[in-house]
């Protein structure tokens, strides 16, 4: 199976109009050749970047053909000008494609609060246009055009055997800061061959976001850009038939999504360790979801971890304050598999050990709650990454 | 007026009983000649220190004779033992002072999940005792004995006239890290000689710490030892008679509070910058507590500060995800006096000029809402720190 290869009829492209001083690629293409289902899941901060407003209006939709991202500059905060150059940048695209406007989606990421430079974008879309491949490395290219201070362009591509056929689903995705739940200043692109409906994409998009997407954190920063696209064009002729198939490529869709989310929080600024946050046993998804949240955002817990310290009352305290009302003797905690806190009270165990482990760069924390108020089957996993001086470094030298 | 006197009828002491590698003392009381009326405030978090469970079942309470606190061990995390320890300390100064366990206030503060050396404690208690002392700098001294990883001492003492004479009010407070509101990983204990009831205390350190304690964050991390203590011993003799006396008291309790956990922020582990958050212009308390709130704790704030960075993207951002539904378009922002962010539109500013004025180390952002839906005459002040490398380094090299 590729993993660069673009679903059938669709094309991309990733090329530089000088948005970015550092000459690097920041003008990036997703086009099908005929119109898609579409659906987005955007930011839910009320201070949202001008492309998002825009984008929104336009999902779901049922005859979309593109989606035209600028790195550098996130068109946010920049007033009324920045509404009209995030709707001149579709109608540039759809004006080379032959299409209306409102059949382009907009993504924008970068700084904040600066006009977006629109001489330099709209001399940037006929190259951008022209280099629209369907060819292997296309998606890597045009993920590479997304990147701001991405280390690596993160993209996948796979096919999913449904009962009537196999269908293809690539994605390709950025971030690496300003990384929380609901979302990151992360945009994602999933594009599928299947035969959707935009409602179909709708929530097959929802269900695979709340469990990667949104599952992903680094500062807790909730950006003004979040924004993940699903696109399906129908060219594989392929109709999920069955409730088994509207499955299976629901678990693929998500699949994806987590590939891309994991390797946001692989190229977290400054991380040194992978940190997998299991919490099991609560009554409700969203109550496990908000102690692993408030776990994976803890910047005690985080130094903890970049010291190689199992310190795990950092861990139990920051579960502690989420708002759920459970019961600390029933609270147990794993680390790397090795019990540290079982049922309220400490285990003693080997603590040079287990820190000799976590300096292989993976931490897994296994809270499981197991009985009293707040208990029942309910899980959520999250991903983050550990609090490094590099990461302060980073951002506090990266300039407005 | 003096700045190290303890209010009538109170004694104080901090004494070293071996609880810190360092040798620095880690034993503090505080005393009441009488019996005081007490009330306290404690950590929300699930996972609490046994302190904190045994005092909070013994406040309000009528019969308080004082506070016992050591340092260098939350006695957090450690199960039924941990109970035991906590009521054992109780009873070993109260059998020292001759009155029951149950009037004395017990709070530990520093690793969790270690069992307390009860030895070096019990062992230490008689001492403690001996050096009671009602003179000037015993104050100081009991503060010293509360820190932490604190570089200075917490104290002050101010005297307040009423319609029928002066009361004083003195406090103590320690504090670093793991600051959050609701609060830090903080103690604090203020002592006053005015006649009031538990009833009263209770009404007057809940309004003080709800503008000063709770305002105050570094790290978003709530402690499992939070605890702040009023004692009123009415050794003034002064009852506040008037609704505008109680007033008088209220506000001066809430300014040693104030100073108190301004004091942390100002000492907060690492910190460069002391940032004052004011939220301005909405419809209730609460939401602007939480505006002021999402804004300090943003890691992306604090680092941009700390790099000397206006990046107010940052935090109109980090105001946009807070939860609360206003519209952007009325929002404005200015630091350290400069307008930046005026309803919803980039305001041109010397960029080179506020960057300097940053420098100083002090930073007041004021966040205004000014129209549509949340907006209102509601504000809150937050006080935290920015994010250093230094923080980075105390924390992840801090071991269990």
């Given amino acids: 199976m590729m993993t660069d290869s673009l679903p059938s009829g669709f094309l991309a ?3 530089t109009c000088g948005i970015k001083d550092s000459g690097k690629p920041d003008l990036c293409l997703f086009v099908s050749e005929v119109d898609c289902a579409a659906a987005g899941v955007y930011t839910t901060n009320r201070v949202v970047g001008a492309p998002v407003v825009l984008s929104r209006q336009r999902t779901p939709g049922a005859v979309i053909r593109g989606v035209v991202i600028n790195s550098g500059n996130a068109n946010a905060c920049t ?3 920045g509404d009209r150059d995030a709707h001149e940048m579709t109608a540039a695209v759809a004006q080379s494609l032959g299409c209306l406007p409102e059949q382009i989606l907009v993504c924008s990421t970068g700084i904040i609060g600066v006009p977006l430079p629109m001489d330099k974008i709209l001399n940037g879309i006929p190259t951008a246009v022209e280099g629209l491949s369907t060819e292997d490395g296309a998606l890597t290219k045009a993920a590479a055009a997304m990147m701001t201070t991405d280390t690596f362009a993160k993209s996948l591509s796979q096919s999913q055997p449904l009962s009537t056929g196999s269908v293809s689903i690539c994605g390709a995705a950025k971030g690496a800061a300003m990384i929380a ?3 990151a200043t992360m945009l994602g692109v999933v594009l599928t061959d299947a035969v959707l409906t935009p409602q179909q994409c709708d929530t097959i998009l929802k269900e695979a976001v709340s469990h990667t997407f949104n599952c992903i954190t680094v500062d807790g920063h909730m950006s003004t850009s979040d924004t993940v696209l699903l696109l399906a064009n129908g060219q594989s002729g392929i109709t999920p038939v069955s409730d088994d198939d509207v499955q299976q490529l629901t678990a693929a869709v998500r699949r994806v999504c987590e590939k891309l989310a994991t390797d946001i929080i692989r190229d977290a600024e400054g991380a040194a360790h992978f940190v997998t946050v299991d919490v099991r046993g609560f009554a409700t998804r969203d109550q496990a979801v908000r102690v692993a949240r408030q776990i994976s955002e803890s910047a005690l817990v985080k ?7 199992p310190n795990w009352g950092r861990i139990t305290s920051a579960a502690g304050y989420a708002g759920i009302p459970f019961d600390a003797a029933h609270l147990s905690l794993q680390i790397n598999g090795v019990t540290v806190y079982k049922h309220g009270n400490p285990v003693a165990y080997d603590e040079v050990s287990l820190s000799a482990d976590m300096q292989r ?3 897994s924390l296994l809270l499981e709650l197991t009985g009293g108020p ?3 089957s309910e899980a959520a996993c999250f991903w983050t990454s550990d609090l490094t001086q590099e990461y302060v470094r980073l951002n506090s030298e990266y300039t407005t």
């Avoid at 130094?303 to 310290?309: H, K, L, P, S, Y």
């Fill in 303 to 309: 130094t903890a971890i970049t010291g190689n310290d």
């Fill in 13 to 15: 492209s990733g090329s």
């Fill in 374 to 376: 707040a208990s029942g």
């Fill in 79 to 81: 007033g009324e000008s």
């Fill in 361 to 363: 760069g993976e931490v």
């Fill in 181 to 183: 739940p609901n979302m």
